[in-house]
């Protein structure tokens, strides 16, 4: 974990030495003081030499300047050090979940995500700067401060080094309980992200249920156990304050008792009245870097639970990966399934397969389709029938876990990622724009793509007609989430930024549910006109979207329960023609055929 971390300092290195150097320095001037102060007092006012007090005095103030400078400068390069580091390790997370499969990706929840590249990285970043500021400068400051006072009186020294080890005792006591609350506080941040998340994605659901009451008793819910677990850790932790206080104020006065008795007692030659004032100040030195040790060590270890999630985050590895020498060239958009069993949570090659596989059970079982280039193939089932799953497979968003699968007459893992997924154009279920003009959106397809391309591929999708009537046209603005605009028409806007692409493959995994019958067909038609030769698969609940394919696959259990034409499949499939006849007649969709196929 900390090497994966530490290589994310990147260029901020030498801004991460600078600080313990500038800190060590800072310490150093500090440390002087307390010694030029006894001087003054027993070489300067006790023997009444004005000028020794001015040269100490002088001295004084360079060190105090010197030390104040070095704390600057420590300050200055610590926080750009910290808050690079942090940079690096958000650009790194996310870079690194561009790169997840969909089968990282189902490890995490969003919130989770959110709350990692959030509120963990600052808390990691404030735990760095502790480190390279208050972990270097405490314990120098604490060694420092208790040599000098063992030099200038052995006897009285032993008082702080009693008080060290009690006051240590007791500050680790406090910190290892915190450390249990605050590890757990990183939890109640993903509840309360998701709470959020949820709310504000459903927030049209909520106010037309008028749920709104509902919403936030929960959202007050998760502040209140984030709060709760946040007094636990604070209420422990706030026992620092008077442990060090009952510590200081009892070293002060040993010391002073114990100091004066000395200097009474041996009429000063053993112990001078400046070195005295000197051991306080060591006193105050030696309890408040025990005190920034202990705050800095609390830091650290509530940061460690954010370390830890990142660094998880960070070391998550791609379940799918280019092979050594990969294809970068698909000859065309066949499409070939040899025996294809899958299942969530495990691809192909993953150890103990068999035992994974008895206790979970296959999404696909023994799939064999052969499907040429530039035909037409409906593909129908009820919900739950592994219809998205099976194209899922093709543009390899998830690996096969038995068999295989082939585009181009070659298996879809011998191919580069990216060139693949390029010939490979699927408009998902769930239809995502993103803010920006319509034609930043289509853009997602071809980022080169000129505006009469850009056009060209709307009138295939039939969303020409509603775009123009817009006042800005294809420059209107498009809010977050495709808010603006209906189902149908999101719908339309996606199909056309996936023709962008020209792939040799279009999958619509239901991509036209949410338009007429009538612009349905438009679409086909277009299809079957303008790109012959880009293999198109439908996925559909209504016949009448498929009816026209070349083929249709009915899907049962994740089974294919058949495949042939509209009129083969009305004479040979008993599921298909009662779906036919139930739609026909009643306007019913697949799932009405009588269970979840």
Same mark, same amino acid.
């Given at each position: 974990?900390? +090497?994966?971390?530490?290589?994310?300092?990147k260029?901020?290195?030498?801004? =991460?030495?600078?600080?313990?150097?500038?800190?060590?320095?800072?310490?150093?001037?500090?440390?002087?003081?307390?010694?030029l102060?006894? =001087?003054?007092?027993?070489?300067?006012?006790?023997?009444?030499?004005?000028?020794?007090?001015?040269?100490?005095?002088?001295?004084?103030?360079?060190?105090?300047?010197?030390?104040? %400078?070095?704390?600057?400068?420590?300050?200055k390069?610590?926080?750009?050090?910290?808050?690079?580091?942090?940079?690096?390790?958000?650009?790194?997370?996310?870079?690194?979940?561009?790169?997840?499969?969909?089968?990282?990706?189902?490890?995490? !929840?969003?919130?989770?995500?959110?709350? *990692?590249?959030?509120?963990d990285?600052?808390?990691?970043?404030?735990?760095?700067?502790?480190?390279?500021?208050?972990?270097?400068?405490?314990?120098?400051?604490?060694?420092?401060?208790?040599?000098?006072?063992?030099?200038? =009186?052995?006897?009285?020294? *032993?008082?702080?080094?009693?008080?060290?080890?009690?006051?240590?005792?007791?500050?680790?006591?406090?910190?290892?309980?915190?450390?249990?609350?605050?590890?757990?506080?990183?939890?109640?941040?993903?509840?309360? /992200?998701a709470?959020v998340?949820?709310?504000?994605?459903?927030?049209r659901?909520?106010?037309?249920?008028?749920?709104e009451?509902?919403?936030?008793?929960?959202?007050?819910?998760?502040?209140?156990?984030?709060?709760?677990?946040?007094?636990?850790?604070? !209420?422990?932790?706030?026992?620092?304050?008077?442990?060090?206080?009952?510590?200081?104020?009892?070293?002060?006065?040993?010391?002073?008792?114990?100091?004066?008795?000395?200097?009474?007692?041996?009429?000063?030659?053993?112990?001078? %009245?400046?070195?005295?004032?000197?051991?306080?100040?060591?006193?105050?030195?030696?309890?408040?870097?025990?005190?920034?040790?202990?705050?800095?060590?609390?830091?650290?270890?509530?940061?460690?639970?954010?370390?830890?999630?990142?660094?998880?985050?960070?070391?998550?590895?791609?379940?799918?990966?280019?092979?050594?020498?990969?294809?970068?060239?698909?000859?065309?958009?066949?499409?070939?399934?040899?025996?294809?069993?899958?299942?969530?949570?495990?691809?192909?090659?993953?150890?103990?397969?068999?035992?994974?596989?008895?206790?979970?059970?296959?999404?696909?079982?023994?799939?064999?389709?052969?499907?040429?280039a530039?035909? %037409?193939?409906?593909?129908?089932g009820?919900?739950?029938?592994?219809?998205?799953?099976?194209?899922?497979?093709? !543009?390899?968003?998830?690996?096969?876990?038995?068999?295989?699968?082939?585009?181009?007459?070659?298996?879809? *893992?011998?191919?580069?990622?990216?060139?693949?997924? /390029?010939?490979?154009?699927?408009?998902?279920?769930?239809?995502?724009?993103?803010?920006?003009?319509?034609?930043?959106?289509?853009?997602?397809?071809?980022?080169?793509?000129?505006?009469e391309?850009?056009?060209?591929?709307?009138?295939?999708?039939c969303?020409?007609?509603?775009?123009?009537?817009?006042?800005?046209?294809?420059?209107?603005?498009?809010?977050?989430?495709?808010? /603006?605009?209906?189902?149908?028409?999101?719908?339309?806007?996606c199909?056309?930024?996936?023709?962008l692409?020209?792939?040799?493959?279009?999958?619509?995994?239901?991509?036209?549910?949410?338009?007429? %019958?009538?612009?349905?067909?438009?679409?086909?038609?277009?299809?079957?006109?303008?790109?012959?030769?880009?293999? +198109?698969?439908?996925?559909?609940?209504?016949?009448?979207?498929?009816?026209?394919?070349? *083929?249709?696959?009915?899907?049962?259990?994740?089974?294919?329960?058949?495949?042939?034409?509209?009129?083969?499949?009305?004479?040979?499939?008993?599921?298909?023609?009662?779906?036919?006849?139930?739609?026909?007649?009643?306007?019913?969709?697949?799932?009405?055929?009588?269970?979840?196929?």
């Open positions: 974990m900390l +090497k994966t971390l530490a290589s994310y300092i260029e901020f290195k030498t801004d =991460s030495l600078k600080t313990p150097v500038y800190m060590i320095f800072e310490v150093i001037m500090e440390m002087l003081i307390p010694l102060m006894a =001087s003054i007092i027993d070489d300067g006012v006790e023997k009444g030499d004005i000028g020794h007090i001015y040269l100490m005095g002088a001295w004084m103030i360079v060190a105090a300047f010197a030390g104040l %400078t070095a704390g600057v400068m420590g300050g390069y610590g926080a750009r050090a910290s808050a690079g580091f942090a940079k690096n390790l958000r650009e790194g997370m996310f870079v690194n979940i561009q790169g997840f499969s969909f089968e990282n990706i189902d490890k995490y !929840s969003t919130a989770g995500l959110v709350t *990692r590249l959030t509120t990285v600052t808390n990691l970043q404030n735990a760095y700067q502790m480190i390279l500021r208050m972990c270097v400068r405490a314990p120098f400051s604490l060694i420092i401060a208790m040599v000098m006072s063992f030099f200038i =009186s052995a006897k009285l020294a *032993r008082v702080y080094l009693i008080a060290v080890l009690v006051l240590g005792g007791f500050l680790a006591i406090i910190t290892v309980n915190a450390y249990k609350y605050f590890s757990a506080v990183f939890e109640k941040y993903d509840d309360l /992200n709470s998340q949820e709310n504000i994605a459903a927030i659901v909520v106010k037309a249920y008028v749920r009451d509902f919403e936030i008793g929960k959202f007050q819910k998760a502040c209140g156990n984030l709060y709760m677990m946040f007094i636990k850790a604070e !209420s422990i932790v706030a026992y620092n304050a008077p442990a060090m206080m009952i510590t200081v104020f009892s070293c002060i006065l040993g010391i002073s008792w114990l100091g004066a008795k000395i200097i009474v007692s041996t009429n000063a030659t053993e112990l001078q %009245t400046g070195d005295l004032m000197s051991l306080l100040a060591y006193c105050m030195n030696i309890l408040m870097s025990l005190m920034m040790l202990s705050m800095a060590f609390v830091m650290v270890t509530m940061s460690s639970a954010s370390a830890k999630r990142i660094a998880e985050v960070l070391n998550e590895k791609s379940t799918l990966q280019n092979p050594p020498q990969p294809d970068v060239t698909v000859p065309d958009g066949s499409i070939r399934f040899e025996h294809v069993d899958f299942c969530y949570g495990r691809s192909s090659g993953t150890k103990d397969a068999d035992e994974q596989d008895a206790g979970r059970g296959m999404v696909l079982s023994d799939i064999n389709l052969d499907i040429h530039g035909e %037409t193939i409906g593909i129908i009820g919900t739950g029938s592994s219809k998205s799953s099976l194209v899922n497979l093709i !543009s390899r968003l998830y690996d096969v876990t038995n068999g295989c699968v082939k585009v181009g007459g070659k298996d879809v *893992r011998s191919y580069d990622l990216e060139t693949l997924r /390029n010939e490979v154009s699927v408009v998902l279920q769930k239809n995502v724009l993103f803010s920006g003009t319509i034609y930043d959106n289509l853009r997602w397809g071809d980022l080169h793509a000129s505006e391309e850009c056009k060209r591929a709307c009138r295939l999708a969303a020409d007609e509603f775009i123009e009537a817009m006042p800005d046209g294809y420059n209107t603005y498009i809010e977050q989430g495709g808010t /603006n605009v209906s189902g149908g028409q999101k719908q339309r806007l199909i056309a930024r996936a023709l692409k020209k792939p040799k493959i279009l999958i619509l995994d239901d991509s036209t549910s949410a338009v007429d %019958t009538a612009t349905d067909a438009k679409i086909r038609k277009a299809f079957a006109q303008e790109i012959p030769g880009t293999t +198109k698969l439908i996925i559909a609940q209504r016949i009448s979207s498929v009816q026209q394919a070349d *083929r249709i696959i009915v899907l049962e259990h994740g089974q294919v329960n058949g495949v042939g034409t509209h009129e083969q499949l009305l004479e040979s499939n008993a599921i298909y023609r009662e779906v036919y006849e139930s739609q026909n007649g009643g306007g019913g969709d697949f799932d009405e055929h009588g269970g979840d196929h």
